[in-house]
């Protein structure tokens, strides 16, 4: 459950941002960055968990990369590089 996935690199230009609202969900957001969230400053409504307990950082900027590639079209090079992903 949460917003349209499609315009995931509108919301978060920078992969590092979108990776913090992943590990941060909606609570920790607003508690440490505002009632805003991403680049088109969407009001934090809340249901989106965090994931810093139950996912690793590398997992975390993985599901990123996931998500940028597959709904938000991004180019799978520069998305990697992007999110700190090593490509091996
Ligand atoms: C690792 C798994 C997940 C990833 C990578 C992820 C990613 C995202 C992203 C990128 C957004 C912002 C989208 C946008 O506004 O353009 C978002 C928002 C949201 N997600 Fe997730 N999500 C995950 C898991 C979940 C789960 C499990 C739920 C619900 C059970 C959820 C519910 C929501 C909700 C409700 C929002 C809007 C939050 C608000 O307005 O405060 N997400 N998620």
Same mark, same amino acid.
């Given at each position: 459950m949460g917003p349209s996935l499609?315009?995931?690199?509108v919301t978060w230009p920078?992969?590092?941002?979108? *990776?913090?609202w992943v590990?941060?969900?909606s609570e920790g957001w607003r508690a440490e960055a505002g009632g805003t969230y991403g680049a088109? &400053?969407?009001p934090v409504q809340g249901g989106m968990p965090a994931h810093r307990d139950t996912l690793t950082p590398?997992? *975390?900027a993985a599901v990123a990369v996931f998500e940028?590639?597959?709904y938000g079209g991004a180019a799978e090079a520069e998305t990697l590089a &992007?999110?700190?992903?090593?490509?091996?």
């Open positions: 499609a315009t995931v690199t920078d992969c590092l941002d979108h *990776i913090r590990t941060l969900g088109t &400053a969407k590398e997992q *975390i940028r590639i597959t &992007a999110c700190g992903v090593p490509t091996g």
